[in-house]
C-alpha cells in the first residue's frame, strides 16, 4: 500500500517537482544530483564550470584530470540554493593548455554525495608555434514561435549537430530562450503540414514575467537530452538579445496595453530577466554586472562579446542626424571598451559576436508620429543616421589602426547568410572603412523567416543565403531550415574558414579568409 501510494504521488506531479523529487525517494541518503553541467569562457588556465542541482545540497564539488588514467585534481565549493534556483558555478585555474579536460560535478551534503556527472572541454594552446587547429561554431534562437521540445522529432536537435562537429567552444548568439513565447501542447503547422507536438511545462504556459518564470524557460530547456550533452561536451561563450526578456524590448517600452503582462514595468521585467539569465548563463559573474567581455582562446582568436540590450535607448525611427543618447545601441563606454579591447589584441583573428546584424532591417513597428520604427542598427538606405553612427565609429577605429582579420558573427533573423561589406559599394558617404565579412546562421530550435532587406549604408551584398520559399514564413525546425555556423581557424596558415550548415550537418556554403599582417 505505501508503494502504491508513492507511485501515485510521483506520478501526479510535474515534471520540474519530478526532478527534484526522484532523488529524495529512491535515493533518501544522497543529495540531489546534477540536473545539467556546462563549461563557459574557456581561456588560457582557467575556464568557468556551471552545474544545476536537481534540489538543495550543501557543497558543489568538480573533479578534473586530462585523460582517464590521469592524476584527478578537485575544488569544492558551496552549492547554490533557493535562492539562485540552485545554480552553481566553480571557476578552475591552472588548466593546463592544449588539453582536453575532463571533469565531473557532484553535489554534496554532510557525508553523502550524488552521482557524478561528466563534462569535457578543451583549454587554448598557449604558443601559435604549436600549429593546432581552433574550431567553433555558433548559432542562436531556442524555443521560439512555440517550437519547443518535439519528442517525435528527437527534441532539440540541433543541439547535437553543433555537438557531433566537437567545436572547441560554443559562441551562443542570444535569444537563449523565448521567455515571451509560451510553449502549448501542440502546433498546428502552416500549409497544412500536420501538428507539432511539445514537451510543455506550467511555468512555460505564458510569457514570463515573474523571476520563477524566467527560471522556468532556462529549465525547460534542459528537459532536452540534446541540450544537456551539448553543454557538458562543448565550452560555452554566451550572450543575450531581447527574447531572454520580450520581443524587441528596450527603456522605456510600453506595456499599458499588452494583455499578456499583469506587471506593467519594463524596468522590473527586465531585472528579473537579467536575474534568470545571470543564473543560468555559464559566464563568469562580473561585480560590475556586464555581459560585453572579451573571451581569448589563445594566439590564433580573440572572442568579442557584445551586449546591444543592456545600454541601448529606446527603439525610434532611427534616422537622428548626430550621434546623441537617443542614438545609444552599443552606448559610448562599451564601444569605448571595444575599441580598446581591439587594439590591444595580439590574436590573429577578432571575432565580433553581435547578437543583431549590422546591415539587415529589422523593424519595430511605427512610432508615435506614424514612422517607421528600428530595432536593430539599419534603418533603411542613406547617409550613416542614428545607430549607424556606432558602427561607422568601430568600422573607421578598424582602420584607422590597421586592425586587420576582423570578421562579425549573428544569428538573430532565423535564417543563414553571408554578407560581404565593401566601401565601393556603400551608398551616400561614409566610405572610410575596410572590407569585411558578417556571417548570419540560426536558428537552433524555432521558427524560420527571411530574408531581410539589406541596407546599403555599409556597401553589404549578400553573398549567400539559405531561408524558406518566398511566401513562407514560421516554418518548424522539421522544415529543414535551422542552421549554424561553423569556423575553423588553421593553426599553420592561420586562414579562417567560414562553413554554414543546417542541422544535419551539411555544408551550405564555405568561405575562405585569408589572414592579412597588421
Known sequence: MIAEAMHDTVKKMTRRNLLIATPFLLRAQRPAPAVAVASGDVTDGKALIWARSAGPASRMTVRWKTSEKGSSHSL???????????????????????????????????????????????????????????????????????????PEWGGMRGFEAVRAIEPDFFIHSGDTIYADGPIAKEVVLPNGAGVWKNIVTPEKAKAAETLDEFRGAYRYNLLDANVRRHLADVPQIWQWDDHEVMNNWSPGMDLSGNMRYTEKDIRVIAARARQAFGEYAPIPFDRQGRIFRVVPYGPLVDVFVLDMRSFRAGNSYNRQEAAGPDTALLGNPQVDWLLKALKDSKAVWKVIASDMPIGLVVGDGKDAQGRARYEAVANGDGPVLGREFEIARILKFLKAQGIRNTVWLTADVHYTAAHRYSPERASAGFRDFDPFWEFVSGPLNAGTFGPGQLDSTFGPEVMFAKHPPKGQSNLPPSAGYQFFGDITVDGRSKALRVVLRDIAGTALFTKELEATAR
Not at 578543451?122 to 561554431?137: H, L, Y
Open 76 to 150: 569544492t565549493r558551496a552549492a547554490g540554493g533557493a535562492e539562485s534556483d540552485f545554480t552553481s558555478r566553480i571557476a578552475l585555474r591552472g588548466l593546463p593548455p592544449g588539453q582536453t579536460v575532463l571533469y565531473t560535478v557532484q553535489f554534496e551534503d554532510g557525508k553523502n554525495s550524488s552521482e557524478p556527472v561528466e563534462g569535457k572541454l578543451r583549454t587554448p594552446s598557449r604558443k601559435i608555434e604549436d600549429g593546432r587547429n581552433v574550431r567553433f561554431a555558433w548559432s542562436g534562437d531556442v524555443a521560439g514561435q512555440g517550437y519547443g521540445i518535439n
